[in-house]
């Protein structure tokens, strides 16, 4: 389990801004691991994953 500890590491890891970890997270776009009444960490390979669900593909083949 490879762990981000806080969301502003995760927020560094991904490239990402804060309020966009907090927001994702309220909205469960991303994993995390309650482990205290507020806290929480992160798997760094399941938000990743969780991400690219969201990747928009190029599209191949298309009219110039």
């Known amino acids: 389990l490879e762990q981000v500890a806080a969301y502003h590491i995760l927020a ?5 801004g804060l309020s966009t970890v907090r927001t994702w997270r309220a909205k469960r776009i991303i994993p995390y691991i309650k482990t205290g009444h ?6 760094l390979t399941k938000v990743l994953a969780a991400l690219e669900e969201f ?7 298309g009219r110039r």
């Open 55 to 61: 990747e928009v593909k190029p599209v191949t083949g």
């Open 12 to 16: 560094d890891a991904i490239g990402a």
């Open 38 to 43: 507020k806290s929480v960490i992160y798997d």
